[in-house]
Nanobody, 118 residues
Framework: QVQFVESGGGLVQPGGSLRLSCVAS????????MSWFRQPPGKERELVAS????????EYADSVAGRFTISRDNAKNTLYLQMNNLKPEDTAVYYC???????????WGQGTQVTVSA
């Protein structure tokens, strides 16, 4: 059974930083590209960043490029998202899934809430 458990969200002031984690299970994590998504209040889920499985290639949404960094630890089946210089428009529930710039699996974790507010 594929599972994703996201953590690390919280309330942060504009300009602050957070590091999100996603522990994945139920599939061969090291084989798959992995992605972060987010769903802002009242909006649809959108792609934030993707990372390939090997010889890592990374891709970012224009809105986060230069501020966010995606990384992974295949030994721990864990995906990370380092978020710096956070802005109010980054407020959303953040999710991870397998896949390159798309969600490979239909199931999603509970997500982790990120709120950027003064």
């Amino acid at each position: 059974q594929v599972q994703f458990v996201e953590s690390g969200g919280g309330l942060v002031q504009p300009g602050g930083s957070l590091r999100l984690s996603c522990v994945a299970s139920g599939f061969a994590f090291h084989v798959y590209a992995m992605s972060w998504f987010r769903q802002p209040p009242g909006k649809e889920r959108e792609l934030v960043a993707s990372m390939s499985s090997a010889n890592p290639v990374k891709e970012y949404a224009d809105s986060v490029a230069g501020r966010f960094t995606i990384s992974r630890d295949n030994a721990k089946n864990t995906l990370y998202l380092q978020m710096n210089n956070l802005k109010p428009e980054d407020t959303a529930v953040y999710y991870c899934n397998a896949g390159w710039m798309r969600a490979e699996f239909a199931g999603w974790g509970q997500g982790t809430q990120v709120t950027v507010s003064a």
